[in-house]
């Protein structure tokens, strides 16, 4: 039997019989939901190609980041007096790079994979970290030492000059949009980790200046970006006040709504514009819990009903479409990936953590 599943099983059995007594949440099982997620973050900080130097491993924008802000969404419903051990790993590793960050190497340095990926890897990890950290504060309500380290680090990284000015370097590996790697969703990224964080820090007076350029830059782009990138400005905009106004943000809401699908779920087939799969082959254009999930999520921190009745409808997919192991599903929009093996279950890490954040958000767990 192989490692992950023992993990799996164990996690499954471990948090069954709380999952069995939370009906209120509807038909989704909480505890699977957690055992997957368990499961595959064991799995990563134990994969060989995600091991980095000072003994940490990678916090990847596909599976650790969004996969430590659905875990710590299910310690509600599960009851759980503290953070899981998975979870604990998770912030120890991210804390510890933070602490380090002039002395640890970048997940990719130039000398290895050439120019210019040793700024693309510093700017990309400085708003994952910020965003785990600050997410962990929020319960709270106070910013930790850390969680502020991370955010000045981050900030210390914003470009000041040209076209960029306002944004970061975001990793590029041409696999848009199955890594995220898009400038645009990393830097809407940083406005979400910047306006979650706790201590109404968005107002602090030293970060004015380059929230004025940041705000100028998702603003000066927005409508060249694809609906999903727009989908996280919108999630952004929710937080950071004076990113959107109420126009702006319903003319997102309209053009997103117009994508739902019959059974009430979204695609992402029809969220990434004209993205074509590198193996040629067609995109999955079924509903799905990455899009289905980060819709819902994007939609519930809107204020007013303008979307209810559709949100409805996605929640309800969501909780009706949970895999009998935990997990949502999602493809790959890269190439078709076999959904059995581990990289084929990038997405489904993804889609899993928002359909969580969405579906605890409606409960108010």
Not at 24 to 41: M, V
Not at 100 to 115: A, H, I, K, M
């Amino acid at each position: 039997m192989k490692i992950s599943t023992i993990v799996f099983l164990v996690g499954l059995m471990s948090t069954q019989a709380i999952g069995q007594q939370s009906p209120a949440l509807g038909e989704w099982s909480p505890a699977h939901a957690a055992a997957y997620l368990d499961q595959r973050s064991a799995w990563w900080m134990a994969f060989p190609k995600a091991a980095k130097d000072h003994d940490t491993f990678c916090v990847s924008c596909h599976t650790v980041a969004p996969i430590a802000l659905g875990r710590a969404a299910l310690r509600g419903p599960l009851a759980e007096s503290s953070i899981s051990p998975n979870e604990r790993k998770v912030l120890d590793n991210v804390t510890k790079r933070v602490r380090l960050w002039r002395e640890v190497e970048p997940f990719y340095p130039d000398q290895t994979r050439g120019l210019p990926k040793t700024s693309e890897s510093r700017g990309t990890e400085s708003i994952l970290d910020a965003l785990i950290l600050v997410w962990n504060d929020i319960p709270s309500g106070r910013l930790s030492a850390d969680a502020r380290l991370a955010l000045d680090n981050m900030w210390a990284l914003q470009f000041k000059a040209g076209d960029i000015s306002g944004s970061w370097a975001w990793l590029q590996f041409h696999n848009a949009p199955w890594e995220g790697d898009s400038q645009f969703y990393g830097t809407a990224l940083a406005a979400v980790a910047i306006s979650s964080a706790p201590g109404n820090y968005q107002t602090e007076p030293q970060i004015q200046s380059g929230l004025k350029l940041l705000r100028g830059w998702l603003e000066k782009d927005t409508n060249a970006q694809t609906p999903l990138d727009r989908v996280m400005l919108l999630w952004a905009s929710t937080k950071l006040v004076g990113l959107l106004t109420h126009a702006q943000q319903q003319t997102i809401v309209d053009e997103i709504l117009l994508k739902q699908r019959d059974d009430g779920g979204f695609s992402l087939s029809s969220m990434v514009g004209s993205w074509k799969r590198s193996d040629n082959t067609p995109l999955d254009t079924s509903s799905d819990g990455y899009a289905t999930g980060l819709i819902a999520f994007a939609l519930e921190q809107l204020e007013g009903p303008q979307s209810k009745p559709q949100l409805k409808r996605a929640l309800t997919w969501l909780s009706q479409n949970q895999k009998p192991e935990g997990r949502w599903p999602a493809s790959s929009l890269n190439k078709n990936r076999e959904l059995s093996s581990e990289a084929g279950l990038f997405m489904s890490d993804a889609a899993t953590a928002y359909a969580v954040l969405a579906l605890t958000n409606a409960t108010g767990q």
